[in-house]
């Protein structure tokens, strides 16, 4: 096991050095970082999406679905992210309370 963990250390730190030895005329093409912001909000997306409706390897309907609801209707209406956090909790406290999940 601990030949697996070694091996995906070098290749995270590889991976993090080849980063480094990209020439900035590279990094500077209006491509390259119209293709890192949209990276960037698909894996954030997708993040969202598995830690709402995954649960190991099924799909889970419970609680956080309503806490994602009550988070994205407090984003829209342009709340504080500490209060969109804390809407979200207390949704998923109510509704499992409520005996949802």
Known sequence: MWAWILLGSAIAYLTKLAGYLVPDAALDHPKVSRVTSVLTIALLGALVVMNTFGS??????????GALAVAA???MLRAPFLLVVVLGAAATAALRLLGWG
């Open 56 to 65: 190991g390897t099924a799909l889970a309907l419970d609680a956080r679905i």
């Open 73 to 75: 209707i407090a984003l």
